[in-house]
Nanobody, 125 residues
């Protein structure tokens, strides 16, 4: 059974930063892509950033470029999401996702096979 465990969520003030982490229960190279999604109350789950475990590919949703950085540390078997200049609209549950398949719609939640339970990020103005 594959598990993904997120951590790092917190309640912060606008303008502050957070770094989220995701640790899978298996080696990351069992997946082709890993990604961060978020879901605010009453809204659909949206993709934030995607990273390949096989090569240097990484990509971001257009609105997140510049403030969010996705990375991975193979030695620690951990994926990260660095979030800077957080705003109240960033308040959401943040989820880690993984897919072993190469050909997926990388920002489409339904294309990911494995999900964590989420970590809450709350940003106050």
């Amino acid at each position: 059974q594959v598990n993904l465990v997120e951590s790092g969520g917190d309640s912060v003030q606008a303008g502050e930063s957070l770094r989220l982490a995701c640790v899978p229960s298996v080696e990351m190279n069992n997946f082709f892509y890993m990604a961060w999604f978020r879901q605010a109350p009453g809204k659909e789950r949206e993709g934030i950033a995607v990273i390949s475990t096989k090569n240097s590919y990484r990509d971001y949703d257009n609105s997140k470029t510049g403030r969010f950085i996705i990375s991975r540390d193979n030695a620690k078997n951990t994926m990260y999401l660095q979030m800077d200049s957080l705003q109240p609209e960033d308040t959401a549950m943040y989820y880690c996702a993984a897919s072993p398949r190469r050909s997926i719609s990388r920002f489409q939640a339904t294309d990911y096979s494995y999900w964590g339970r989420g970590t809450q990020v709350t940003v106050s103005s």
